[in-house]
């Protein structure tokens, strides 16, 4: 982004070199602006009142200008060059605290037209917004605050928007394996997700909310960051996992018109379809929306020869999110998810006693006739950040999220060790016969319930300064409530007949 630096347009050139100086000397002070879309002349009132300079205007400004909004920190400068774009006004230094707006004038033979002085420069980085490129330079997950990451004092992996399209990932644990050291859990037959980082059982925040073992699932068309804090960093958001936090941060809404459509297709029968639109509404209150969508159909080597239909699996998800700002320095996020699935249960190949597989990795063990688990998650989040005065502000957060989970699984048990004929099998309440390690012994398990976790978070956060060093503050609090409600018997165990490894199982070798 090139911001033109207008000023001093005109000046004498026995005096362009100390204008220009003290110029880049005061504008390149860096804040945090917050001024909405308004009339010129009220937007220079508060641009004087948070930049710390005194703003004095040669002539008079037409009422009728208009001034587009400003956010975000960035130097003085910055922040002029955009309240001034469109107006064809310019500013001039005067002193070391002043600037003046004032028309251009008309050049004459006295008077040295001085080319545009150029400052080419990037938007500081938002902690919970995108990244340019791979390399981030600011996280909050660490501190739950807005920290460089060079000043963190904990380990923390950001995985940005680039590299989860790059690696092509759609799930989290597809995210979490590109980390240096997060690892997949147990799963649940690949129906939830479970993590773990350096051995130990990890948590999963959302936005800074914790789900609390909800485990349900991600669909990456929303996420735009994934940072992964290693250690016992979970005590920040009410949780005790002792390995670590994985922080999936959403996509936020802005205020820029697009529309971004993908659409994948693999050879394992795979296919994907992605929206994502955002729609500036409103400039006085800031008012953006944006809505994300997916739709999915998959299939897997292990079992694409056991079902008939096209995919064995599907998912449909939807993330709408509204932003605004009621006042200069108040904002407002409102966000929802929503997450269906249909997942065949499949735990895998299983295992001798000596640790090798009892069967080819890609004989499948379930049977499409149980059905598949049925898993459907409905969430909503409200975020409002407050300025209360220079250097105090205050972040309140709520979230709350529904999963129902039901559904027959059926699963390899474990491989015979014994060889049993068909009727001491039965009276053992066994399927029989049984063939010693040559046999495999399945059992159903039901699963239905319900899961609700809501939380609620609050974030005070200012700076003193003692001399030349300055300390920022937090103090955050948190309060959550879980709830798993089962609505039958959370496992209804039997045995089912068995399978011999020696052959393929299919359909039709039940």
């Known amino acids: 982004m090139s911001l033109p630096i207008t000023a001093p347009t005109v000046a004498r050139a026995a005096a362009q070199t100390s204008d220009v100086a003290i110029q880049l000397a005061q504008l390149s002070t860096e804040r945090t602006f917050e001024i909405a879309a308004q009339p010129l002349t009220t937007a220079l009132t508060l641009f004087g009142q948070q930049s710390g300079l005194q703003v004095t ?25 955009r309240l001034l774009s469109g107006s064809g006004l310019i500013f001039v230094v005067e002193d070391e605290t002043t600037v003046a707006i004032e028309r251009p004038p008309e050049q004459d033979d006295d008077v040295l037209l001085l080319d545009p002085l150029v400052v080419e420069g990037r938007d500081r980085e938002d902690p919970r917004g995108p990244v340019e490129g791979y390399r981030a330079t600011r996280s909050v997950t660490g501190t739950r605050l807005d920290v460089l990451l060079d000043e963190q004092p904990l380990p923390i992996q950001v995985l ?14 597809d995210i979490v394996r590109l980390s240096t050291s997060g690892a997949i859990g147990n799963s649940r037959g690949g129906t939830q997700e479970f993590f773990t980082i350096r051995g130990f059982d990890a948590s999963v925040v959302r936005n800074g909310a914790g789900t609390f073992g909800l485990a349900q699932q991600t669909d990456t ?6 940072e992964v804090l290693r250690g016992p960093g979970s005590a920040l958001y ?15 809404p ?12 693999s050879s394992l029968i795979r296919l994907r379809q992605e929206l994502d639109v955002n729609l500036p509404l409103e400039e006085t209150w800031d008012l953006n929306a944006r809505v994300v969508g997916a ?5 897997s080597f292990r079992f694409r020869d056991d079902y008939d239909e096209t995919f064995a699996e599907d998912r449909q998800f939807l993330a709408p999110s509204l932003s605004f700002s009621p006042t200069p320095t108040t904002d407002v996020l409102v966000s929802g998810e929503y997450l269906r699935s249909s997942d065949v249960f499949d735990r895998g190949v299983p295992l001798n006693d000596d640790g090798s597989l009892a069967a080819d990795v890609d004989d499948f063990f379930g049977d499409p006739d149980v059905g598949n688990i049925e898993s459907e998650t409905l969430g909503a989040q409200l975020e409002v950040a407050q300025e209360i005065t220079d250097g105090l502000s205050l972040r309140l957060f709520g979230s709350a999220v529904r999963n129902d989970f ?10 015979s060790p014994l060889n049993l004929d068909a009727a001491t099998a039965a009276a053992l309440g066994l399927p029989g016969p049984l063939v010693a390690g040559d046999t495999i012994l399945r059992i ?8 609700e976790v809501y939380s609620f978070q609050s974030d005070l956060n200012g700076s003193v300064s003692f001399g030349p060093v300055t300390q920022d503050l937090l103090f955050p609090s948190s309060i959550s409530r879980w709830r798993l409600m089962p609505r039958s018997s959370p496992q209804t165990h039997f045995w089912v007949p068995t399978r011999s490894l020696r052959t393929r199982p299919g359909p039709q070798a039940r």
């Open 57 to 81: 205007v040669h002539g008079t400004l037409p009422r009728d200008i208009s001034a587009p909004a400003v956010r975000g920190t960035m130097t003085n400068a910055q922040a002029l060059n």
């Open 160 to 173: 940005p928007r680039d590299v989860i399209e790059d690696a092509g990932a759609t799930r989290l644990d």
């Open 221 to 226: 068309a929303n996420v735009e960051r994934v």
């Open 238 to 252: 009410g949780e005790g996992a002792p390995g670590g936090v994985i922080n999936v941060i959403t996509k936020r």
């Open 254 to 265: 802005d205020d820029s018109f697009f529309v971004e459509a993908s659409s994948e297709a």
């Open 295 to 299: 739709l999915e159909g998959t299939d």
């Open 406 to 415: 039901e559904g027959l699984s059926l699963e390899p048990n474990v491989v």
């Open 444 to 451: 159903i398990r039901n699963r239905d319930l319900r899961r």
